[in-house]
């Protein structure tokens, strides 16, 4: 069959780019074969796309994609956008639905976009919009064709090759072309071209990629590397522009150069006034450090980010003396502005490029351009550097939030730049107590303290405690299995030097367990979910990661009212694996229960041959967890 699949490849698509019929496309549904229909939302039929790159401030990117639509998701599958702002131009786009029969049945001109700008709800300034079409047609199954062309003044960006951009995907038939001229020097990075017959033609001036049937891999639980399995081809260029801005880029050193002395150099002024306020600031601190946090606290304090797009497509500060003046700026310009004030007093600090992501994404050390979509300042220390996220008004000196810790990131100086990786200050660890009292067995009350470290840091210190909405939405996911519960008091400490945030929490809720008679049946841990199993499968293909370590360290004290007694009680526990630990000491006290347990899981990279151990492993700690005991009435 797949013979078969190749030859009818081979005739539907051996028509010229942009050279479809008006009227009809030269394929249909009866010529798509079965097993690339079967399970799936959609089909991508063809996908062309054509980049040339005129002069060294001028690129043309072309687009042309045919979709098979053959229900609501996979209609919401596909992307009918564009994207441009002041350095990028929308030449022309159009849009055609097929139906099943490749008759045209409707035709989409310029007009019939929507162009709207895409500045979130903390924009203030923003040169960035979209053109995006809404279908709103179900006469299923039928075809999409889409097609747009774009100018930009930007040539440090080169579009990568991306044939595949959706989980499950099916792509038949793809064609790439950079055209460049002949005295530039393009460099590339391909992967995974072998594994996916991906064949090229690279000429001086002109390279080529092409393929047939490319079906995504199977996405498997925890493979967040999972787009390392794709075929993806970037590239850079030495011979760049932005706007008016022109360089030539041979090494980091040379991008570093260029970089500050367009987009930093000429953003330093600062007011003599403020430059003395700052210096009085921190005339006392013992160390450099010390007034690198007295600076922070400063820009914290008179300062609130306001997310702004403008200027040299959106790469360039606003400058310190505006953000001085005006009291707001984006994560560039926040950074520069205490960039330049620990300037002024002597301290050196780097402006440093990174990109923010839950996944772990690196700043490509072989692919010379501009990457990363977000910056942090980097202050080198005699104990190391130390990483400040300027953007944020509560998030403690020294701390990054888990979407920029661990990575390789870019740090600019005056001279050229070097690669850095951040990490974290703190592991990744959450302690809870929980002191349950059980003398009303109808409205339980639980007195439970919280300490967050690290990600579990990240994730709780911009709560607002006066807002009651806000906290009993929290509570309530918290604490999902407990009915009918009651929020009595919360309150909350911020330990910034330290990277601690306590929550010390009163609770009242229906009994927690369940009851069978005059017996009364309690889970060990009843409170937190365990961590979670993922999902099963008859034979794991691919390797996982545990992105990031996590320690919980949980004490559960159950006191038991006069007039009851504890039965069956579960034994002490202890299990060791190449994932973690888990440790649990189960003790009577008189009439107190006590629990003490403590579960470590570590984070790297395993084979798929670990996978089904991983499972089994986070089981054992599940029924661990899910161990009852029963308290009875004498």
Not at 215 to 228: G, H, Q, V
Not at 575 to 602: H, P, Y
């Amino acid at each position: 069959m797949q013979n078969k699949l190749f030859i009818i490849l081979g005739f539907v698509f051996a028509s010229p780019f942009f050279c479809f019929s008006q009227k009809k496309l030269e394929t249909n549904f009866q010529s798509i074969p079965s097993e690339v229909i079967h399970d799936r939302h959609f089909v991508s039929v063809e996908k062309r796309h054509e980049v040339e790159i005129l002069n060294q401030t001028t690129l043309i990117d072309k687009k042309s994609e045919i979709y098979l639509i053959l229900n609501d998701s996979g209609l919401k599958s596909i992307d009918l956008s564009v994207y441009y702002d002041k350095l990028s131009k929308v030449k022309s786009i159009e849009c055609k639905i097929y139906d099943r029969n490749g008759n045209l049945v409707k035709n989409f001109k310029e007009k019939d976009f929507k162009d709207t700008s895409i500045a979130d709800g903390f924009s203030i300034f923003s040169d960035d919009r979209v053109k995006f079409l809404n279908l709103n047609y179900y006469n299923y199954p039928f075809f999409v064709k889409f097609d747009v062309e774009t100018e930009r003044n930007n040539t440090l960006v080169i579009p990568s090759f991306i044939p595949i951009n959706e989980i499950d995907e099916f792509v038949l038939n793809t064609n790439y072309s950079l055209s460049y001229p002949i005295d530039f020097e393009i460099k590339k990075i391909e992967n995974n071209l072998e594994k996916f017959d991906v064949k090229k033609i690279d000429t001086n001036g002109k390279i080529s990629y092409s393929a047939i049937n490319l079906k995504a891999p199977i996405y498997e639980d925890l493979n967040s590397r999972y787009i390392d399995l794709l075929p993806l081809i970037k590239f850079s260029n030495n011979t760049i522009g932005l706007s008016e801005v022109k360089g030539k880029i041979n090494s980091w050193e040379d991008f570093g150069k260029w970089y500050y002395n367009n987009f930093l150099s000429d953003t330093e002024e600062l007011s003599e006034e403020t430059i003395f306020k700052i210096k009085e600031l921190t005339k006392n601190a013992d160390s450099d450090i010390e007034k690198a946090r007295l600076i922070f606290d400063y820009v914290q304090n008179n300062t609130r980010y306001i997310s702004i797009q403008v200027g040299l497509g959106g790469w360039k500060p606003f400058s310190a003396k505006d953000v001085d003046k005006l009291g707001y700026g984006d994560c560039k310009a926040l950074t520069n502005y205490t960039r330049v004030l620990l300037k002024k007093i002597g301290i050196e600090s780097f402006y440093t490029i990174i990109h923010a992501d839950e996944n772990i994404i690196d700043i490509n050390e072989n692919l010379i351009s501009l990457q990363g979509n977000h910056v942090i300042l980097t202050v080198p220390s005699s104990e190391g550097n130390v990483f400040l996220e300027c953007t944020s008004q509560k998030i403690p000196f020294g701390f990054l939030g888990t979407s920029t810790i661990n990575r390789q990131a870019l740090a600019i100086k005056s001279d050229g730049a070097f690669l850095i990786k951040t990490k974290s200050k703190d592991d990744n660890i959450l302690e809870a107590n929980f002191i349950v009292d059980l003398n009303d067995m109808k409205r339980v009350r639980t007195k439970v303290d919280f300490t967050n470290k690290g990600s579990y840091y990240n994730n709780i210190y911009s709560i607002n405690a006066n807002d009651k909405k806000e906290v009993t939405k929290y509570l309530k996911s918290v604490f999902n299995e407990l009915k009918e519960l009651s929020i009595i008091n919360y309150e909350t400490e911020d330990v910034k030097d330290d990277y601690q945030f306590k929550e010390h929490i009163q609770l009242e809720s229906d009994f927690i367990g369940s009851k069978m008679g005059n017996d009364y049946l309690l889970n060990i841990n009843p409170f937190l979910e365990t961590p979670r199993i993922p999902k099963k499968y008859d034979k794991r293909l691919t390797s996982f990661s545990i992105d990031r370590s996590k320690v919980y360290e949980i004490s559960t004290v159950y006191l038991i009212p006069e007039g009851y007694q504890v039965l069956n009680l579960p034994s002490s526990n202890e299990i060791n694996s190449k994932f973690g630990s888990l440790n649990i000491q189960i003790a009577q006290e008189d009439k107190k229960i006590v629990i003490t347990e403590k579960i470590i899981l570590k984070d790297g990279e395993f084979s798929n041959e670990d996978y089904e151990s991983y499972r089994q492993f986070l089981t054992q700690i599940a029924l661990n967890n899910n161990s009852k005991f029963v308290v009875s009435k004498l």
